[in-house]
């Protein structure tokens, strides 16, 4: 059963720069898309950053030369290394998967990742 579970969420300032971990089990597919998403309530979920199985990255534009995506296989980790945070990147952040050939699209406006966790809130003040 996949799980996917999220740490790391907190209240910064701006120009902060925290770690967001997801450590993932039970996956659904062979070849993967692992990444992140985001949501402000009332507004639509966005795709921030996905990595593939063979370590291709593609970032959205709003956080592209910001947020990277590093990964820990050895731990089945994968992170959200965040830089430069401004109050606008406030939002609940959630791990995602889905599979490999997906990886192309499911970074974006209404990303639709076919898996994601629980989330963890990140704050960002002026």
């Known amino acids: 059963q996949l799980q996917l579970v999220e740490s790391g969420g907190a209240s910064v300032q701006s120009g902060g720069s925290p770690r967001l971990s997801c450590v993932a089990s039970?996956?659904?597919?062979?070849?993967?898309?692992m990444g992140w998403i985001r949501q402000v309530p009332g507004k639509e979920r966005e795709g921030l950053a996905a990595i593939d199985s063979d370590g291709r990255t593609r970032y959205s534009d709003s956080v592209k030369g910001r947020f990277t995506v590093p990964q820990d296989k050895t731990n089945n980790t994968l992170y959200l290394q965040m830089d430069s945070l401004k109050p606008e990147d406030t939002a609940m952040y959630y791990c995602?998967?889905?599979?490999?050939?997906?990886?192309?699209?499911?970074?974006?406006?209404?990303?639709?990742?076919?898996?994601w966790g629980q989330g963890t809130q990140v704050t960002v003040s002026s």
């Open positions: 039970g996956y659904p597919y062979r070849d993967l898309c």
């Open positions: 995602a998967i889905d599979s490999y050939s997906r990886c192309g699209v499911v970074v974006g406006p209404r990303s639709d990742f076919s898996f």
